[in-house]
C-alpha cells in the first residue's frame, strides 16, 4: 500500500510538474493568440492553474493523512475536468472553424496571391520588354546620333552637351584636354550674337527653327548646310538644352546656284532677243514673258502673268477682223507645234495694231510630258510694208518693161516729128497762121512727151537726172502752177533753214504737180491744202523703211473725203484708181519717183476726214547750185557734128537742125561706122568739133562702148549722149562715162542750140 501511496504522490508530482510547463507555455501562447480566443484562452489557463493547485493539494493531503478532504479535492478535479475538457472541446471547434475560416481565407488569399503573382509575371514581362525596347530604342538613338549627320546638344547658355562624330569631323571640338565649349567657337556663323540665332529663337518659345549656314575650310572652300533646331525637354517639359542637325546642302546648293546661274541666262536671253516669248501653263495662264511681248502686248510682266493668254493675247484676222483662235489650245490637242494664220494681227492694251508672224510648241518634261506651251512672236509689219513695197515693184517694173519696150521707138519718132515741127517754124516764120498751128503742133508732141516721160518713171532706165536743188523753191513753184484757176486755197508750213535735196528737178516737180492734182480733186466745193516741210533725221529701227539719216520731210494734207480703208493698200499701185477719168498713174508716178530718189513716201487717210501725204527725201549737206537762166532764143553756132542714130528719121531732122544752126553735119547709122568716120577725120586733120551718140542700137555698137573707143582715138572728144529710153544710168551720171552734155529726145530746135552753146569749142590744133 505504502507503494500505491507514494507512487501516487510521484505521479501527482509528475502532472504538476507538467501542468506548470502547460502554464507557462499557455501563459506565452496568451500573448500570441487572437483577439477573440485571448478570453477563452485565459480560462484555460485558470482552469490549469485550478488543476496545479488540485495537483499540490492531493500531494499535501496524501502527506499528511487528511484523507477527508480527499475525496472533495477529487471530486472538484474530476468537475472542473470535465468543464476544462468541455471548454478544450468547445475551443478546439471554435479553432477549427477558426482553421476552416481561415484556411478557406488563406485559400483566397492564396488565389489572390496566384493572381497576383500572375500579374507581376506579367508585369515582370512587360517590364522586361520595356526595358529590351529601351535598350534597342538607346541604341537606335545612339546609332542615330553616332550617324553620319551632324547633331550638337546644346545649352540654353550656348554650351555643347554633346556632339556626334560627325559634328566633329565638320565644326571645332573641345579638343584632347575636353571642357566645356560654345557653339558659337566651334561655328561661327553670320546668325552668332543675332535674333536670328537658332538657339535664340528656340528659347525665345518656338518649337521649330530651319536655318542656313555656311562653313569655309582654310583653302576657301565652301560647304552649305541646313540647321534645324528643336527643343530638348526633361520629363517636367523644362527646356533644358537645343538639339541641332546639320544636313550637308553643297550639291544642292551648287546646283541652286547653277540653276540660278541658268534662269539668269536663260532670262538674259529671253530679254535681249528680237522676239517675244510667252510660257503659259496647261491652263493657258501666263507663266512668263519678256521684255518685247511687254512693249507687243502693251502688258507688263506683273500685270500678266497668272492672266488667261486671251487677256493679253488679242488676235484678228487682218481681212475678217474676227478673233482667231488661242494657238495654245491647239498645241496641247495636238501636242505639235503651230504656226499662226497669216494675216495675224495682234491688237495691243492700247490699240495698236500689228502685224505677227508666231509659233507656238509644247514645253515637255524629261518624260515626255506636256507641262505647258511656248508661243513666239514678232512684229513684222515692217516687212509687210516692205513685201508690200516689193510686189507695188515688182508691179512697176511690169510697166516699165511695158514703158522701155515702146520709150526708144516711140521717142524717136517724136524727136523727128518735134524736129520737124521746130524745122517748119522756121520756115513759116513768127506770128503767121501756119506757125500759129505748128504750135498747136508742138504742144501735142510735148504733151505726149510728157506722157512718155510718165511711163519712162517706171521703166528700168528712168533714172533721175539729180542736181542739188532748193525743195523749198520747187514746193512754191509747183504749186502754185498746180492751183492756178483752181478754186482751192493753200498754205506753206516750211520751216527756216530747210536744206537742199540732191534731186531730179523735174520729176520731184511732177510727183509734186500729182500729189497737189490728187489732192485738189479730192475737194470739189474747195478747200485748203496745207504744205509743211521740215528737216528731219531717221534713227536706227524708226517706223519709216529707210536707213538712219538725214531727210528733208515734205507733208500734203487736204480737206478731202478721204480713201477707204480697204483701198488704202492699192493706191500706189498702177492703173488702180477710184476716179470715172483717172489713168491709175498719177500716184504710181508719185511712188516710182520718190523711190527712185532713194526716199519714202507714206499715206494717212480717213474717210470724210482728208487725206496726208508725207514723203522722205534725203537731204544734201551742198547748197543749192546755181543757175544761169535759160535763153529761149535759137544760139547759132559752127564747126562739125557727128551723128550717131540707128533711126534714118531722126539723123535727117537732127542733121536739118544742126545745118540751120550753122554747124556742118556726118552721119553713121551705128557705132563701128562713127568710129571709122571719127577716125579718118582725125587723119585728114579735121577733127569733129562734136559728135552725138545714140546709147540704144539695137544689133549694133550703141553710145557706151562707142564713146570708149573714141575716147581712145581722141581723149579731147566732145560727145554728147542722146536717147529717149535706157536701161543704163549714163543719161543720169553721163560725165563720169566720158561724155560732155546730155540730150533727152525729143528735142527741138532750141534745146538743140541750147544744149551745143554750153558746150566749149575744141581748141583748134
Same mark, same amino acid.
Given at each position: ?8 504522490? %510521484?505521479? +501527482? ?95 483566397? +488569399? ?31 538613338? &545612339? ?44 561655328? /561661327? ?24 549656314? $555656311? *562653313? ?46 541658268? *534662269? ?33 502686248? @502693251? ?28 494657238? #495654245? ?45 511656248? $508661243? ?62 505748128? #504750135? ?44 492756178? @484757176? ?9 520751216? /527756216? ?55 528733208? *520731210? ?11 480703208? *480697204? ?45 496726208? %501725204? ?49 554747124? &556742118? ?5 551705128? @557705132?563701128? &561706122? ?12 579735121? /577733127?569733129?568739133?562734136? #559728135? ?17 573707143? $573714141? ?9 554728147? #549722149? ?44
Amino acid at each position: 500500500m505504502i507503494t500505491f501511496h507514494y507512487l501516487s504522490i %510521484f505521479l +501527482v508530482c509528475v502532472g504538476a510538474l507538467i501542468m506548470a510547463i502547460a502554464i507557462r507555455t499557455s501563459l506565452k501562447i496568451n500573448k500570441t493568440v487572437a483577439p477573440e480566443f485571448r478570453g477563452k484562452w485565459s480560462l484555460v489557463t485558470r482552469f490549469m492553474w485550478f488543476f496545479l493547485l488540485g495537483y499540490c493539494a492531493f500531494i499535501v493531503i496524501k502527506l499528511t493523512g487528511i484523507d477527508y478532504f480527499l475525496e472533495l479535492i477529487t471530486t472538484l478535479v474530476f468537475l472542473c475536468g470535465s468543464l476544462f475538457v468541455l471548454l478544450i472541446i468547445r475551443l478546439s471547434r471554435e479553432t477549427i472553424d477558426q482553421l476552416d475560416r481561415n484556411r478557406t481565407l488563406i485559400a483566397n +488569399v492564396n488565389e489572390n496571391l496566384r493572381e497576383t503573382t500572375r500579374d507581376l509575371e506579367e508585369k515582370i514581362k512587360e517590364r522586361i520588354q520595356t526595358e529590351e525596347e529601351l535598350r534597342q530604342s538607346k541604341a537606335i538613338i &545612339e546609332n542615330i546620333f553616332n550617324s553620319s549627320i551632324p547633331i550638337c546638344i546644346t545649352n540654353v547658355n550656348y554650351e555643347i552637351i554633346k556632339a556626334n562624330d560627325a559634328y566633329y569631323s565638320l565644326f571645332e571640338g573641345p579638343g584632347d584636354g575636353g571642357g566645356k565649349m560654345l557653339c558659337y567657337d566651334s561655328r /561661327p556663323g553670320s546668325a552668332c550674337h543675332t535674333e536670328s540665332c537658332p538657339i535664340r529663337q528656340i528659347v525665345a518659345g518656338k518649337d521649330l527653327v530651319v536655318a542656313d549656314c $555656311l *562653313k569655309i575650310n582654310e583653302s576657301g572652300q565652301k560647304s552649305y548646310f541646313i540647321i534645324t533646331a528643336k527643343p530638348f525637354r526633361n520629363a517636367e517639359n523644362e527646356l533644358i538644352g537645343i538639339v541641332e542637325s546639320f544636313q550637308n546642302i553643297t550639291l544642292r546648293k551648287i546646283a541652286e546656284d547653277s540653276l540660278a546661274m541658268e *534662269k539668269e541666262r536663260l532670262a538674259i536671253t529671253l530679254q535681249s532677243i528680237g522676239d517675244g516669248v510667252i510660257t503659259t501653263d496647261l491652263n493657258g495662264d501666263i507663266q512668263l514673258l519678256n521684255r518685247v511681248a511687254e512693249d507687243l502686248t @502693251g502688258w507688263s510682266y506683273e500685270e500678266a502673268v497668272g492672266r488667261p493668254l486671251e487677256e493679253v493675247f488679242h488676235i484678228v484676222d487682218y481681212a475678217t477682223r474676227k478673233r482667231l483662235e488661242n494657238p #495654245v489650245s491647239g498645241v496641247i490637242a495636238s501636242g505639235q507645234t503651230v504656226d499662226v494664220t497669216p494675216g495675224t494681227v495682234l491688237i495691243a492694251r492700247d490699240g495698236w495694231e500689228r502685224f505677227i508672224a508666231d509659233s507656238a510648241a509644247p514645253i515637255f518634261s524629261s518624260k515626255s510630258k506636256i507641262l505647258g506651251v511656248v $508661243l513666239v512672236f514678232r512684229d513684222i509689219s515692217e516687212k509687210r510694208k516692205m513685201e508690200s513695197e516689193i510686189t507695188k515693184l515688182d508691179k512697176l517694173k511690169s510697166i516699165g518693161l511695158l514703158a522701155g519696150g515702146i520709150a526708144h521707138d516711140f521717142n524717136n519718132l517724136l524727136a523727128a516729128i518735134l524736129g520737124n515741127i521746130s524745122l517748119a517754124r522756121i520756115t513759116a516764120g513768127p506770128g503767121s497762121t501756119v506757125d500759129e498751128r505748128l #504750135v498747136k503742133a508742138e504742144t501735142a508732141v510735148m504733151k505726149a512727151k510728157g506722157l512718155t516721160q510718165q511711163l519712162l518713171t517706171f521703166a528700168k532706165g528712168g533714172a533721175p537726172v539729180k542736181k542739188i536743188i532748193s525743195i523749198e523753191e520747187l514746193l512754191r513753184e509747183s504749186v502754185t502752177f498746180a492751183l492756178r @484757176g483752181s478754186n482751192t486755197k493753200y498754205q506753206f508750213e516750211i520751216k /527756216p533753214d530747210l536744206r537742199s535735196v540732191e534731186a531730179d528737178g523735174g520729176q520731184i516737180s511732177q510727183a509734186i504737180n500729182n500729189l497737189i492734182i490728187n489732192a485738189d480733186q479730192a475737194m470739189p466745193k474747195g478747200g485748203t491744202i496745207t504744205i509743211a516741210a521740215e528737216n528731219c533725221t531717221l534713227r536706227p529701227h524708226n517706223t519709216v523703211p529707210l536707213p538712219p539719216g538725214d531727210y528733208v *520731210k515734205v507733208a500734203i494734207r487736204d480737206q478731202g473725203v478721204g480713201i477707204a480703208e *480697204k483701198h488704202l493698200p492699192l493706191i500706189f499701185d498702177p492703173y488702180f484708181t477710184t476716179k470715172e477719168a483717172g489713168s491709175g498713174l498719177g500716184l504710181a508716178t508719185v511712188y516710182s519717183i520718190v523711190n527712185r530718189h532713194g526716199g519714202a513716201i507714206e499715206v494717212f487717210s480717213r474717210e470724210n476726214a482728208g487725206t496726208t %501725204f508725207v514723203m522722205y527725201l534725203p537731204a544734201s549737206a551742198e547748197q543749192t547750185a546755181s543757175e544761169d537762166h535759160e535763153q529761149e532764143d535759137i544760139q547759132q553756132g559752127s564747126g562739125s557734128v557727128l551723128i550717131m542714130d540707128d533711126d534714118q528719121d531722126v539723123r535727117e531732122v537732127a542733121g536739118m537742125m544742126l545745118t540751120e544752126l550753122g554747124y &556742118e553735119v556726118a552721119f553713121a547709122p551705128d @557705132g563701128q &561706122e562713127a568710129v571709122r568716120l571719127y577716125r579718118q577725120a582725125m587723119k585728114d586733120r579735121r /577733127p569733129f568739133g562734136y #559728135v552725138i551718140l545714140d546709147l540704144t542700137i539695137p544689133g549694133g555698137m550703141g553710145g557706151e562702148e562707142t564713146i570708149k573707143k $573714141l575716147r581712145e582715138i581722141d581723149p579731147d572728144v566732145k560727145a554728147i #549722149v542722146s536717147s529717149g529710153y535706157s536701161s543704163s544710168p549714163i543719161m543720169a551720171n553721163f560725165k563720169e562715162y566720158g561724155f560732155t552734155a546730155v540730150a533727152v529726145k525729143p528735142y527741138n530746135i532750141v534745146e538743140l542750140s541750147r544744149i551745143f552753146h554750153k558746150i566749149p569749142k575744141r581748141a583748134k590744133d
